[in-house]
Every structure is written in structure tokens, then in C-alpha cells.
């Protein structure tokens, strides 16, 4: 079954600093991208970014980007310029067929 | 445009209990998931409804049963409820021909077994 992993259970930030969270996958196949969503404490997964498989350059929306390597099955999450209201947990997913299949997420903590 | 809204938002049960978990779509989207997720987990993908059918399921018992009604939105039901059942529900819609399978999310219902 395919698997995504985040190493970093924890992330400390200063604010208006940036941040890389980590992410790989383990399958081969190369036709779904990945997703990053973002988990405040109210529970609700808010759709962060989105890099396709086939996309020639890494996704960015404001202040997020991915940096997507696909020889190394990794699509990093960056925020840059963090803010209070960054903290949260973050999520890397992958779809297979039509379902996301979640990481165990990382709690990002920025301080003043 | 009322995102996806589920109900209740808390909820506290007793072992061998049933539960009813409900859901709202999006306005435009037809295909409704369901997850679980259990205190420091991600969410883990139980099933999807579309057509008012179960097209897809994943590592779940019986006990956890659904149904999607002809406006979309949709029922999760979890029977002979077990301490093991705790944890946030969580359901997402998206357009059955949506391009990326981008899914949003609701709030959750937050079901706390005793």
C-alpha cells in the first residue's frame, strides 16, 4: 500500500522567517501529484497547495511553495514569511484512485 | 457559497451505542468521503459515496456503514460502538470530474466514546 511519510512530528519557527516541512511518498506510479493541507486546532483540513506529477515547475500559491523532486519522491512544503497564525498541523497527501492518503502530519509552532 | 458543513460538532457516546454522523457537500459537488481520525494520526479514508452509492471503501468493519441521499449529502453510521471509535470525522466533497481530486473538507464531528 502506498505510504506517506513526515519525519518531523514538530517544527519551531520565528516569525517572518521560512520554513521547509518535509514529505516523501514510496510508490512508483507517476500519474497523481500531492497535496499539502492545513489542520488547525477547530479540526477542519484547509487545501493548501497542489503539484501536479506531470507539472514542469514547482507549485506556489502566496506565501507557499513546493519544491517537488520526483526522482527523490519528495514534495516539500515551504512558507515563507511566517506568521502567527501559521501554527498549525500540516498534512501531505497523495490520492490513489479517487481517496487522499494522509501523512502523520507535522505541528508547526511559530513564535513572536 | 456554504462550504462543506457536517453535524454534530461534538458528540459523546457509550460502548455498544449507535451514532449518526452528517454531512452537507459543497454546493456544486456531488461525490462525498468519509475519515477518520484518531488523536495524533492523519485522516485515514473510510469510504466515498457518489451516485448515492459506495464506489469506494477502505480498511473499515461493517459496523461503519453510510448513505448518500439524492441531494448529495450523506449519513455516516457507526454501529456496537467501541472505546476504539473516538477520534474527529471527517467528510469531504469534491466533483466527481474534478482535475487534481482536490477535496474539501469540513469541520468535523469530534465523537467521544465513554
Known amino acids: 500500500a502506498q505510504k506517506i511519510t513526515q519525519t518531523q512530528p514538530g517544527m519551531f519557527v520565528q516569525e517572518k522567517e521560512a520554513v521547509t516541512l518535509d514529505c516523501t511518498y514510496d510508490t512508483s506510479d507517476p500519474s497523481y501529484g500531492l497535496f499539502w493541507y492545513k489542520q488547525p486546532s477547530s479540526g477542519e483540513m484547509i487545501f493548501l497547495i497542489y503539484q501536479g506529477s506531470y507539472d514542469q515547475q514547482n507549485a506556489t500559491e502566496g506565501r507557499y511553495s513546493l519544491n517537488f523532486q520526483k526522482a527523490r519522491k519528495s514534495a516539500n512544503l515551504v512558507i515563507s514569511a511566517s506568521q502567527l497564525g501559521d501554527s498549525a498541523m500540516y498534512f501531505c497527501?497523495?490520492?490513489?484512485?479517487?481517496?487522499?492518503?494522509f501523512g502523520t502530519g507535522t505541528r508547526l509552532q511559530v513564535f513572536p | 457559497d456554504a462550504g462543506v458543513t457536517q453535524s454534530p460538532t461534538h458528540l459523546i457516546k457509550t460502548r455498544g451505542q449507535q451514532v449518526t454522523l452528517r454531512c452537507s457537500p459543497k454546493?456544486?459537488?456531488?461525490?462525498v468521503s468519509w475519515y477518520q481520525q484518531a488523536l495524533g494520526q492523519g485522516p485515514q479514508f473510510i469510504f466515498q459515496y457518489y451516485e448515492e452509492e459506495e464506489r469506494q471503501r477502505g480498511n473499515f468493519p461493517d459496523r461503519f456503514s453510510g448513505h448518500q441521499f439524492p441531494n448529495y449529502s450523506s449519513e455516516l453510521n457507526v454501529n456496537a460502538l467501541l472505546l476504539g471509535d473516538s477520534a474527529l470525522y471527517l467528510c469531504?466533497?469534491?466533483?466527481?470530474?474534478?482535475?487534481?481530486?482536490?477535496?474539501?473538507f469540513g469541520d468535523g464531528t469530534r465523537l467521544s466514546i465513554l
Open positions: 454546493s456544486g459537488h456531488d461525490t
Open positions: 469531504a466533497s469534491s466533483p466527481r470530474d474534478s482535475g487534481n481530486g482536490a477535496q474539501h
Open positions: 497527501a497523495r490520492p490513489n484512485t479517487d481517496k487522499l492518503i
